[in-house]
């Protein structure tokens, strides 16, 4: 079973900053396009960045010139930078790749 393992979550004052990493097995890793998404509470679960094999990014307009998407291929992991955190970042982040998601980490951030 592919095990997509996240970390990194935490709480933190708004404008403050976080790193989320989520590690991946190889065979999927190398091949496959690396999102995170997040979920709030009450609400729907969004996409927020994504990050090719090549290294191309894109981001939600929500998080655009906040976040950064990243990837080490040679640790399989994908990061996300998450800067000048705001009180609407707070949510359970996610790691997904295909049809493969990860447990989700808590990102807290207080006002």
């Known amino acids: 079973q592919v095990k997509l393992v996240e970390s990194g979550g935490g709480l933190v004052q708004a404008g403050g900053s976080l790193r989320l990493s989520c590690a991946a097995p190889r065979n999927i890793f190398w091949v496959n396009a690396m999102k995170w998404h997040r979920q709030a509470p009450g609400k729907q679960r969004e996409w927020v960045a994504t990050?090719?094999?090549?290294?191309?990014?894109s981001y939600a307009d929500s998080v655009k010139g906040r976040f950064t998407i990243s990837r080490d291929n040679a640790e399989t992991t994908v990061y996300l930078q998450m800067n000048s955190l705001k009180s609407e970042d707070t949510a359970v982040y996610y790691c997904?790749?295909?049809?493969?998601w990860g447990q989700g980490t808590q990102v807290t951030v207080s006002s």
């Open positions: 990050v090719t094999t090549g290294g191309t990014t």
């Open positions: 997904n790749t295909k049809s493969f």
